[in-house]
């Protein structure tokens, strides 16, 4: 249940869906020390796919915003069971945002930068073509419409090279392999940003607080390519395992990836939310505080 806690003239219940995950991990536990109300909603306890258990969880608890972070992530995976995929990240968010709708409450929906194509090298707008490569940013696109379509009280928060304390990812990965291997092969091809939950939380709920609606871009500053991001992670935890920069060619995978997953700031400009810190300040952060 949700406890009822005061913030400022506002009375914050929040409903955070995929609250086992890494991200939902750390917004549960910033929503918590700001003193808000916090359900938590996660599988197998709560199934977005299940209409008729959700809107019992939305009459039962009266939220006042929901963080919908609960995602279908397997990227390659997707490729044989994009079923499955969409299933959760459309279907299941429609179902979310319904029940939103019908409350009039907020909503916050995470998305990807894999609903752009990744061709060039500029930083992408919230509002330029979308062109996912792959299942899994499809999926997450027909998420982005079903929130746009039925919720209008919504922040829609694409994000990108996800890394947090709470679960898989790629930085976790590469330390584990550094202890392991004297030498790791890297994509050296593909540019973006990490983005740290730790840093990613904060802001998440920065928006839940306000009524600053619409879509955002929202990663670590600076750009990398997934070697240098490699690179940094094994330097500052001073591992001796080299990494060898390769092209995607030589690095196949089920899913294509965009080469460029650059993404503009601009609009937490606009509105006036504080960006995130650089990427290599999160990178160390996160290497300090990893257990050998």
């Known amino acids: 249940m949700f406890s009822s806690i005061k913030k400022g003239s506002v009375l914050m219940k929040v409903l955070v869906t995929g ?3 890494q991200l939902g991990a750390d917004v549960v536990k910033e929503l918590c020390r700001r003193g808000h109300g916090v359900c938590q909603a996660d599988l197998p306890e709560c199934d977005i796919l299940d209409i008729d258990a959700l809107a019992t969880l ?12 609960a995602a279908y992530t397997a990227v390659d995976k997707a490729e044989s069971e994009p079923e499955l995929c969409f299933a959760v990240n459309a279907e299941g968010t429609r179902n979310v945002a319904a029940e939103c709708a019908k409350r009039g409450i907020k ?12 061709d060039g090298d500029k930083f992408y ?7 996912p490569l792959n299942v ?29 304390r709470h679960g898989k990812n790629f930085a976790a990965t590469i330390l584990r392999l550094a202890k392991e291997k004297d ?3 890297v994509v050296n091809d593909q540019t973006g940003s990490p983005t740290f939950t730790e840093d990613l939380a904060p802001l998440l709920c920065d928006m839940l607080e306000s009524e600053k609606y619409g879509v955002y ?13 490699a690179q940094e992670a094994v330097r500052l935890k001073g591992l001796g395992a080299e990494i060898i920069p390769i092209p995607t060619s030589e690095y196949p995978t089920p899913a294509a990836r965009p080469q460029n997953s650059r993404l503009s700031k601009a609009s937490l400009d606009e509105n006036g939310f504080g960006r995130l810190p650089d990427w290599r300040d999160a990178v160390k952060r996160f290497v300090e505080e990893t257990e050998e």
Do not use: Q
């Not at 909503?107 to 990744?118: A, K």
């Not at 871009?217 to 991001?229: D, I, L, R, Y």
């Open 183 to 185: 030498e790791i092969r």
């Open 19 to 21: 609250s086992k995950g």
């Open 107 to 118: 909503m916050l929906y995470t998305s990807t930068d894999y609903v752009f194509g990744g």
């Open 125 to 131: 707008e919230t509002d330029d073509e979308k062109a």
């Open 217 to 229: 871009h929202a990663t670590n500053e600076g750009v990398c390519t997934f070697a240098e991001w």
């Open 136 to 164: 899994y940013g499809k999926s997450k696109l027909e998420g982005e419409y079903a929130v746009s379509e039925n919720c209008k009280k919504s922040f829609i928060v694409r994000i990108s090279w996800v890394f947090g």
């Open 58 to 69: 939305f009459d039962e608890e009266k939220p006042d915003a929901v963080a919908h972070l």
